[in-house]
């Protein structure tokens, strides 16, 4: 994400900041304040990491399959709760009710995956030596901090709850300032699964304090969801100290057409493929590379698609488009497509707020969006496009690879050798062919460049933050004959 925009995490841009939101319950559609949390004072901070270290020491102990059942019995009661979990959501950040189901089921189906799967990815590795024997093992680190995003308030938590619990590490999370009774929700959840004190523990930390976790001698790593800026800041940190981190920082995605056989088709995936989540997902399209040929017949369909969003009331099923999480998430996607519209930018569709309460945005899409202007390089984080026409696929390649980012990018082509040679050539952590980016359990998610670096999910997920120990085995010598025997 860019500096200038309101961090995906909900975090201030630095860790270093003197400033914090307070931790509350700020409801994006009414714009009440529901309730407010205290932060966690700076003096209790250590006592809250060494309780986290001294369960690690019990934890780690205990046999992989009895960890891997916690995670599983955390599965099943997020299943449980699904209705109480999904309102949260929607209360809090304001994601469509419908959207927020499916936030919990991909949430428990992760933890899941680790439970049913982690054991197996954690088996012992034999190496082929000429003599003796040599063997990979898997071992945890200790403590974790993870930092953690407001768009997705279950899913991306239990990214790094559920393997590294399965491993045996034990995990303090800093949820983002929006999203205090989901971070207090999942506590509970884990907690009534089985685990003990101090294995999964959530900290209302001040953002000064963050800093001061990431530098204690018994954490041992941090992974954080969010801005450039903070994951910049929070890499700093970590580095000084030694300390392994993981970080996702958005992206702006590209979604290339190179044909259109099926034209509605086409533009329904790109369409979904932005709007999902009102725009906030870093994984979402923002940026239409269309060839020239098929530009009129899917930026017309783009058009209309995006013309057809009507804002509403996040919790009712009917609702086609949802409030930003926050007035100043709102006010800031604003801001970046003025600055467009003031440099010379064509709006096909939106371009404003709706007249009705709520931290509401138009869908938006943009043409003749040029290097100058915001929107052509940073992040638009929520419900607003860029198009560009591209001449051939030489020039869609280069638009594409024209960001600071690169996290996901989508090739449509009903050329799939086509969509393959153009999808080689995009700078990404992940590549979509002919469907919009998304998330399963079995998938790592991870991007390259300013988009941060280190994986989550699938197997990759379960390793980041584990000790692959190297046990080297020879055989005794036969101890010398004695003299005269």
């Not at 530009?295 to 369909?301: A, I, K, L, R, S």
């Not at 007249?355 to 138009?362: H, I, L, N, Y």
Request: proline fraction near 6%; charge should be negative; glycine fraction near 10%.
């Amino acid at each position: 994400m860019t500096s200038t925009q309101e961090p995906a995490s909900g975090q201030p841009e630095t860790a270093g900041d003197a400033g914090a939101r307070p931790y509350a319950t700020v409801n994006p559609y009414t714009g009440e304040t529901e309730r407010e949390f205290p932060f966690l004072e700076t003096d209790a901070v250590d006592g809250v990491v060494e309780r986290a270290h001294a369960a690690f020491g019990e934890w780690r102990r205990r046999p992989v399959e009895e960890r891997a059942a916690v995670v599983q019995r955390a599965a099943d009661l997020m299943r449980e709760r699904q209705g109480d979990l999904a309102a949260l959501i929607t209360r809090e950040m304001g994601k469509r009710i419908k959207e927020a189901a499916g936030e919990v089921q991909l949430a428990a189906a992760i933890l899941e995956y680790y439970a049913t799967k982690g054991p197996g990815f954690l088996a012992p590795r034999p190496i082929d030596v000429m003599q003796g024997e040599a063997v990979v093992v898997n071992e945890p680190l200790g403590v974790l901090l993870a930092i953690e995003p407001w768009n997705y308030p279950l899913y991306q938590v239990v990214r790094v709850a559920g393997p590294n619990l399965v491993l045996g590490n034990t995990v303090l999370l800093k949820h983002a300032e929006l999203n205090p009774q989901c971070a207090l929700a999942l506590e509970q959840l884990f907690r009534d699964a089985g685990a003990p004190e101090g294995v999964y523990t959530n900290v209302f930390l001040r953002i000064p304090d963050v800093g001061r976790v990431i530098a204690h001698r018994h954490v041992r790593g941090v992974t954080l969801t969010g801005s450039e800026r903070a994951g910049a800041s929070v890499a700093e940190i970590a580095g000084r100290h030694l300390k392994k981190s993981v970080l996702e920082l958005g992206g702006s995605d590209p979604f290339v057409v190179l044909d259109a056989q099926d034209v509605g088709r086409t533009v329904k995936a790109a369409t979904m493929g932005r709007m999902a989540n009102t725009g906030q997902a870093c994984i979402a399209a923002k940026r239409f590379i269309v060839l020239d040929e098929v530009y009129d017949q899917v930026v017309g369909g783009l058009q209309q698609a995006f013309s057809g969003f009507t804002p509403g009331d996040p919790a009712d099923p009917s609702t086609t488009l949802g409030p930003l999480s926050s007035e100043r998430a709102a006010q800031e996607l604003v801001a970046q497509v003025q600055d467009a519209v003031d440099k010379g930018a064509t709006v096909l569709a939106g371009g404003g707020r709706p007249d009705r309460p709520g931290a509401f945005v138009e869908a938006t899409l943009l043409a003749d969006v040029t290097p100058d202007m915001r929107a052509y390089s940073e992040e638009l984080f929520g419900p607003a496009a860029v198009v560009h026409r591209a001449a051939d696929e030489e020039e869609a390649v280069r638009l594409a690879n024209d960001s600071e980012y690169g996290l996901s990018a989508v090739v449509y082509s009903s050329d799939l050798d086509r969509a393959r040679s153009v999808a080689e050539r995009i700078e990404s952590g992940m590549v979509w062919i002919n469907q919009p980016s998304g998330s399963s359990p079995e998938l790592p998610f991870g991007g390259v460049k300013r988009s941060g670096y280190g994986r989550e999910l699938s197997e990759l997920g379960m390793f980041e933050f584990a000790n692959r120990r190297l046990v080297r085995t020879l055989p005794a010598k036969k101890a010398d004959k004695p003299a005269g025997g």
